[in-house]
């Protein structure tokens, strides 16, 4: 089963960034539900996939699972969004090469222009200028600074 959510939430076109919000389909005892989440990215997805499985095995109702996951709130500076006349996609507290690379993706799912402002991953020591090397991970962007 797991392998099956993982081979699922790696397909880029079942998961879909709509009014700022991220949808996506979940079965459940055969039957699938379209959702949606204020949490960004696959990772996210993967974990509510997760977590919806095991509260089903344990026989929590459907329509108390789809309300959490509806319900669920943003944390703040973990690929957060704030809204004013352009989207902020606040990703601060981001600590690895591979969820700034989710990050990207994540913002490459936004229409329109794009910038990144990012001081880079500063605290890896002599690997810094390896994992900092954005050149391949920057396809969905505009502006890099």
């Not at 392998?3 to 699938?32: A, G, H, P, W, Y």
């Not at 974990?47 to 699972?65: G, M, V």
């Not at 703040?76 to 352009?86: A, C, G, N």
Request: with cysteine; charged share 20%.
């Amino acid at each position: 089963m797991v392998r099956t959510l993982i081979k699922f939430i790696s397909e880029e076109s079942l998961l879909e960034i709509k009014n700022n919000k991220t949808q996506f389909d979940l079965v459940l005892s055969n039957q699938t539900y379209s959702l949606q989440t204020s949490l960004l990215g696959r990772h996210n997805v993967l974990n509510i996939c997760l977590a919806s499985a095991l509260a089903n095995h344990l026989e929590i109702k459907t329509k108390n699972i789809i309300s959490a996951i509806e319900n669920i709130e943003q944390v703040p500076h973990r690929l957060s969004l704030t809204q004013t006349h352009i989207n902020i996609l606040d990703d601060s507290y981001n600590c690895s090469p591979l969820s700034a690379k989710e990050s990207i993706w994540v913002l490459s799912l936004f229409p329109n222009k794009k910038m990144v402002v990012t001081p880079g991953i500063i605290e890896c020591g002599k690997e810094k200028f390896n994992i900092n090397n954005w050149s391949n991970t920057m396809y969905a962007c505009n502006k890099t600074f």
